[in-house]
Nanobody, 123 residues
């Protein structure tokens, strides 16, 4: 499975962005897609995840109520709608694939990391 994240950009605090993750290759093996982010000098952290087939969703407390993950309207895509953005949301955002029902927020269960997309929120 190959994953490609897109949709990042520069936005003012309080604004919105919509990220997309496009999956290709052996997509029949997908179980869960997760979004993670990494700010300069910090560890990569969990943001959100969605089960590929049933749509069950998971969120980090820091984004709950502001971000919404969903299966995209285009085939084999997952979207992350980010509203009410804050400067602390600034990071490179990555999507990745988990092949089974492992802990949704645990980075170690994810692979097929795509190239990230930069999100910058100005104050």
């Amino acid at each position: 499975v190959q994953l490609q994240a897109s949709g990042g950009g520069l936005v003012q605090a309080g604004g919105s962005l919509r990220l997309s993750c496009l999956a290709s290759g052996r997509t029949f093996s997908l179980y869960r897609i997760g979004w993670f982010r990494q700010a300069p000098g910090k560890d990569r952290e969990f943001v959100s995840a969605i089960n590929w087939s049933g749509g069950v969703t998971y969120y980090a407390d820091s984004v709950k109520g502001r971000f919404t993950i969903s299966r995209g309207s285009a085939k084999n895509t997952v979207s992350l709608q980010m509203n009410s953005l804050k400067p602390e949301d600034t990071a490179v955002y990555y999507c990745a694939h988990s092949p089974g029902n492992f802990q949704p927020s645990a980075l170690k269960w994810y692979g097929s990391w795509g190239q990230g997309t930069q999100v910058t929120v100005s104050s």
